[in-house]
């Protein structure tokens, strides 16, 4: 669990994925997304792939990641399609990607496919030194389905497990949060997104375990944060 009374500002704005991902956003909306991440030292911007070689271009000075959303946000496309969307994100300069799995296989017990779908995006990720985080979508999920894809994580060994698209029913949850954890243990990471607003919200996802947050708050999150240390 992480130590909350030591956190400075630095580092919880390293654990933010700061999130765009809108249909009706613009070249100029990017570019504040890039000026702002950068500005306040975000681990990413979290984009449609195909704004990824835009983002690129405005961060390409900076130590700041450009993130990919893969079959976004419903998961609903053939593997070979995510790993093709996949390879052209990182061709474009993605860093890090995050995909969806394919929820309605997962719930028809289909672990095999979900595996096979887990093992083949890792799999590119890897080869390029690209990071991987797998999205439940946990709203659409019992507690035993979370577990049992927690599990095939724990055996592919993505960089990170992740709560939600934000464009569900429902988004992160401190509870689903801690039993992704407990499932994973060290083996892989968790990420929490969708509904993550206020440093109040944030703070029981990293109590709960999560060591990466997807918002399109995160400045609103640290100038809370700051406040509140009072700083």
């Known amino acids: 669990m992480m130590e909350m009374e030591k956190l400075t500002r630095d580092e919880l704005a390293g654990m933010m994925d700061h999130t765009l991902l809108k249909a009706y956003a613009v070249e100029e909306d990017f570019k504040k997304l890039c000026e702002e991440a950068a500005g306040n030292g975000f681990a990413m911007v979290a984009v ?15 130590n700041v990641h450009v993130g990919a959303a893969i079959s976004f946000p419903l998961g609903q496309t053939e593997l070979e399609t995510k790993v093709f969307e996949t390879k052209k994100a ?9 995909y969806v799995i394919n929820i309605g296989e997962l719930k028809m017990g289909h672990d095999d496919y979900i595996r096979r779908e887990m093992e083949a995006i890792v799999k590119v990720c890897r080869e390029h030194h690209v990071l991987s985080k797998v999205i439940f979508e946990n709203c659409y999920l019992t507690k035993e389905e979370i577990v049992r894809a927690a599990k095939i994580a724990k055996e592919v060994k993505p960089d990170f497990i992740k709560t939600s698209t934000g464009f569900g029913t429902s988004g992160a949850d401190a509870e689903d949060v801690r039993l992704m954890k407990e499932t994973v243990g060290d083996a892989v990471k968790v990420k929490a997104a969708g509904g993550i607003r206020d440093w109040e919200t944030c703070r029981s996802m990293l109590m709960a375990g999560a060591e990466r947050i997807g918002t399109s708050s995160s400045i609103k999150i640290c100038d809370e944060f700051e406040k ?3 700083k």
Do not use: M, P, Y
């Open 48 to 62: 449609n792939s195909s704004q990824v070689r835009t983002c690129r271009k405005f961060l390409k000075d900076t």
């Open 90 to 98: 990182i061709e474009d300069g993605a860093d890090e990607i995050d």
């Open 228 to 230: 509140e240390r009072g």
